[in-house]
């Protein structure tokens, strides 16, 4: 699986942006799809997911949940991340990743960076205040 982030820039805060990621290979439907970031100086965390094949079952850490939304379009080779009333805190890399999905899976799963077996390259987003 071949993942591309992109979407990225610099914002003002309150802005909105939508990243996307577009992938290429077989069997999609047999991962999730998740989003991560990484901001400076800090840890790469989890931001949303999403079942690839369902184009549901989507998942949110709770602090974004209400603020960002993650689909998938029609042709199932797109992901966004919606992302609304950006702030500076937002700032960081974002990237997306394919872990496979097993039959039974939790947020726990989801949010855990070393079941991603694929990675984008990373889109940068910036929020000036």
């Known amino acids: 699986v071949q993942l591309q982030a992109s979407g990225g820039g610099s914002v003002q805060a309150g802005d909105s942006l939508r990243l996307s990621c577009a992938a290429s290979?077989?069997?999609?439907?047999?991962?999730?799809l998740g989003w991560f970031r990484q901001a400076p100086g800090k840890q790469r965390e989890f931001v949303a997911a999403?079942?690839?094949?369902?184009?549901?079952?989507?998942y949110y850490t709770d602090s974004e949940r209400g603020r960002i939304a993650v689909s998938r379009d029609e042709g199932g080779n797109t992901v966004y991340l919606q992302m609304n009333s950006l702030q500076p805190e937002d700032t960081a890399v974002y990237y997306c990743?394919?872990?496979?999905?097993?039959?039974?899976?939790?947020?726990?799963?989801?949010?855990?960076?070393?079941?991603?077996?694929?990675w984008g390259q990373g889109t940068q987003v910036t929020v000036s205040s």
């Open positions: 990743a394919a872990a496979t999905k097993p039959r039974y899976y939790s947020a726990t799963y989801l949010a855990t960076q070393r079941h991603y077996n694929y």
């Open positions: 999403i079942d690839w094949w369902s184009g549901h079952g989507t």
């Open positions: 290979g077989r069997a999609l439907d047999r991962y999730v």
